[in-house]
């Protein structure tokens, strides 16, 4: 039993860690973990984004990046607290060139996991608060220029007369969140984007859609959306959202601009890219290229037997819109995810007849209760309430290693599996494959191993389990027909319309596309944890692959995400590239071997 | 000396005063306060804004409106402070309809002020935080619409097959904040503006223009700017920011759109409003018409002899736009205030040869000087750190009653006239003629008795006491000649461009031009205080007239003001039309003869 204060307890330990860095020591410091322990590093030790699980994993990492980091300051930032055996506390510290966030948890007095994360380069600080730029400059000066004559000029001259330090490709919410975070520490970057207008990534996609994800999650960098915005935000209105904010923070963004060509130009350490602006090429020549084309941006089309000798229509759930013009009509929608589920709702909707096409199990979990079990502790009112500020929910999801978020998701998904067993049971009887995971870890999980797999009811599990939209599980296509699906089991269905709600691709195959298979190859498989489950093939990483962080392709970089990851860690993929266009030292530690190209 | 706490000083005095309100008593009310106490009602007694003086005004107010109000649940809202003899608390209280938040200042065990605001109104309660919007409605539903289809549906509709129960002739920052606060109230409204965009209202001013306010102080309801914003912001940017905020708090905004004119259906008790909407005419038929066209929206240009024999270009200076074309050519700019400095300055910027006209002494405050002196207090981040939010700031503005204000600023512009005397020599030496108000109780007070005759330095200063700019003071327009302008001390000035800084009339000169003269006459003259100084005739009417209350023509109402009044007032004549449009009871207390019909 520790009858210490927290703090004194947090403190003590803080104190030897900091003695342990401070002496170079990092066997000494790895002694002060536990057997079981994780230091999750954000960019301020690794220049990367790893989890190091283990005392032999940390000391390794600690003496390969403490002499370039020189971390110092330790300290507590607030009280810290205890929960059964587990004490644990914020932390603030400094390094050679920044400073640095951090959380601690203690079992047995010795390190469970350490998460250290880069706040702020010193000397690059953001120009927020009581740093917030003065708008205009007081005083008088001849021919001076407005905001407006400054801003015309600078769109003017931009991949013109001056080249931006970082490319875009990609202005969806994770494009636009990175613009903004770059905005703010001044590297000169620029968005382009296939659509006519910001915000038509989510205008484009079907009537129905809104966002599956509250908005307390939701939030974008440096100007959260105001308390009357619902909870659940129609695409339209997140598209009207997107395209303001794009204008009110002054981020340059070419839109109706597709990107044809990428070529890393190894003499000049820049790149070389064509881009097709509303019809006129552009060759941009940016040193950093970011493709923030989405992880659920290369559509995924099975090619079935037969599927040139269909009469009806194909689609990819990417190119739906409506059932308008399916009233009373077949439509097979092939998949059972969020899109496919959707999809079905929407031509149910509209009277047309719909029948979902299940190939393999899927995780569905109603939108109240995860907003309950899972969101509600982080990011809702009740935690506004409990002084959880978006900034706060997003640092304490970052704290979780995730091998032990794995652990600690399981009992929240059988407290769900029992809380809604009825809701599963009606399911069930309606033949519908169900699953938490292959181990039972749940929706965050899946979603990071392989960005699929599940569905937030809002309303279409109903339908499937009352037959309203006919459900066939468990089967696969032989063949097209000319109307109609042939199934393995025999069977064949009518067909006026065919979705494929089938998925994506992973985010390298955008790097096939743009710049070469080769690259791509050499970059490997975004996403996913080598879980060594379904989609996400071991070994273990630890940490999303290629996500955020440097790959094995100078200049070239992948973002994307939900809102809350794009809001995240478009910070620190902003201050990574921040770091390098003022020619700091970034040694990157720990890039691991390729395993797997797609 | 009082030994009690602040909280017990206010909490005893707070229960005698809920005892004699509950016992329907007004003169033990009133004898609770002090012989100079005030008591500022902001519509939730009076359904009126108005500040009572001295216990028989108290007394009379309480016997007209205890009965209908049915005050209660008086209680204090966190602890009572005190600052040498006096006390002062933060209250809440219902009506018999509302909710209503107030605050109190004691001494020796009396009231000195006392400020009663209604809040919100009973079932009526705003949707934000945990009674936002769901957004989407879960569940399935044949044939639903859309958000956009929603949306889409109402601004086809507005105006056409339905009627607004608001019309809202003026789209600036006061309009828009109205139809804000409208919208989250339920209450159908419709703006309209003469300008191509929402914020074009700023867009179309002079090039140089920004806001002389600082950022803290201009908020919009619901929506802060982000803390990356410039203190000063560009009208530009300021304009794209109205812009934005129109279309993501989804008002109803018809740009482009001319009131031509509007009559009171006295049958209909409604009113019949013919606007030309690009072009169209469409006429429609509001139950309540606010004029929102600013206070600065009349221009007033003075009549000089000969001006029709000018062959220069003559401008008000709400049409002037930039120097570009006056390089090197004489320039003369009538008036010595905010407009005519900026102007000045920026006509001297394109290297024109400039001459300013001050016609009478002007108040002069260096605007760093006014950042701490003045908003510092309550709209700064460091009152941020001190937890003033922009809620609090407001309130507690409001919580001075004008007469106190008075003399609670005489002392500050003494310590500013000492701080900054070089400043003010240097000008005086110029020729400048300074005034700190007639009664030495400067900015503020000056703005709310006649909405001008100041300039906040952000340059022209050293300009005019340098010399660049040429200052001619104290004389006065004789007659214009064909290139030039003849002073009434014989001398005459060369000119290419007259510029007339002169400044605005009455907003009910709006009403004389849009309905007629009679009602303009019979609304009378707005904003003033009737304090006896230049611009602004007695006698005293303590709060500003027909500003965001009733007026003496039914249906009609006056909303305009710097932001922060736009964003405090908008709330309080939402509610009014809010009570009025659920058909509540709102006997108006108060209202008082006209004095002055411009």
């Known amino acids: 039993m520790n009858t210490s204060t927290p703090t004194a307890t947090a403190q003590e330990w803080l104190g030897r860690f900091d003695a342990a860095l401070s002496g170079s020591d990092p066997a000494a410091a790895a002694a002060l973990f536990g057997a079981e322990s994780y230091w999750r590093d954000l960019v301020s030790f690794t220049w990367n984004i790893r989890t190091m699980e283990g005392r032999d994993s940390i000391a390794a990492m600690l003496a390969g990046t403490l002499a370039a ?228 941006g290369m559509p995924e089309v099975p090619k079935f037997p037969g599927a ?21 009509r077949h439509c097979v929608v092939v998949g059972s995810n969020n899109s496919a589920h959707d999809i079905c709702a929407d031509l149910w909707e509209h009277e047309a007849k719909v029948t979902m096409l299940q190939r393999s199990s899927t995780l569905v979990v109603r939108s109240e209760t995860l907003m309950d079990a899972g969101w509600g502790r982080l990011f809702s009112e009740d935690a506004l309430r409990r002084g959880i500020t978006t900034e706060r929910a997003d640092m304490t999801l970052a704290t979780m290693p995730f091998r032990v978020m794995t652990e600690a998701q399981k009992p929240v998904y059988a407290e769900i599996a029992r809380k809604d067993a009825g809701f599963y049971e009606r399911l069930r009887q309606a033949g519908f494959m169900l699953d938490f995971g292959e181990d039972g870890s749940g929706l965050s999980l899946k979603y990071m191993r392989r960005g699929s797999g599940y569905y937030i009811d809002v309303g279409a599990s109903e339908l499937v389990a009352d037959g309203s939209i006919a459900l066939r599980s468990g089967v696969n296509v032989t063949e097209l027909r000319a109307r109609s699906v042939v199934l393995d089991d025999g069977s064949e269905l009518p067909a006026d319309l065919i979705v494929y709600a089938t998925g994506y691709g992973s985010m390298n195959g955008w790097a096939a596309k743009i710049i070469s298979q080769e690259v791509a190859d050499r970059v490997g498989k975004c996403w996913g944890l080598g879980s060594g489950t379904a989609k996400d093939p071991g070994p273990w990483e630890g940490e999303l692959r290629n996500m955020w962080k440097p790959t094995h392709q100078p200049g070239l970089w992948f973002h994307g995400g939900n809102l809350q990851q794009s809001r995240f860690y478009s910070l620190l993929l902003a201050l990574q590239l921040k770091a390098r266009m003022e020619g700091l030292e970034t040694p990157v530690w720990g890039m691991g071997p390729v395993h797997h190209t797609s």
Not at 308 to 328: D, K
Request: charged letters at 30%; a neutral charge.
């Open 69 to 296: 980091t020189r971390p110092s300051s330790w300290r507590l930032d607030g009280e810290a607290t205890r929960a059964g055996e587990v004490t644990e506390a914020w932390l603030v510290f400094e390094t050679a060139l920044g400073r640095g966030r951090g959380h601690v948890r203690l079992k047995d007095g010795r390190c469970w996991t350490l998460t250290t994360m880069l706040a702020e380069l010193k000397g690059f600080e953001e120009r927020r608060g009581e740093k917030r730029p003065r708008g205009v400059e007081h005083g008088v000066r001849r021919n001076r220029r407005s905001w407006l004559e400054e801003r015309a000029a600078e769109q003017a001259e931009l991949g013109h007369v001056r080249q931006p330090y970082c490319l875009v490709v990609g202005g969806g919410q994770g494009g636009i969140a990175l613009a903004a975070r770059l905005k703010q520490l001044e590297v000169p970057a620029l968005v382009i984007d296939s659509h006519p207008r910001a915000g038509d990534a989510w205008r484009a996609r079907y009537r129905s859609l809104c966002l599956h994800d509250p908005v307390w999650y939701d939030h974008l960098p440096y100007l959260p959306f105001p308390d009357n915005w619902p909870v659940f935000t129609p695409k339209d209105k997140m598209g009207d959202w997107l395209e303001a904010y794009t204008k009110l923070m002054e981020l340059n963004y070419w839109s109706s601009t597709e990107c044809r060509s990428a070529r890393w130009d190894e003499a000049a350490q820049e790149w070389s890219v064509a881009v097709d602006r509303a019809g006129e090429t552009v060759v941009l020549r940016p040193k950093q290229l970011i493709l923030a084309t989405g992880m659920s």
């Open 308 to 328: 040139e000798r269909f009469l009806g229509e194909q689609v990819h759930s990417s190119e739906y819109r409506s059932g308008e013009a399916y009233r009373g």
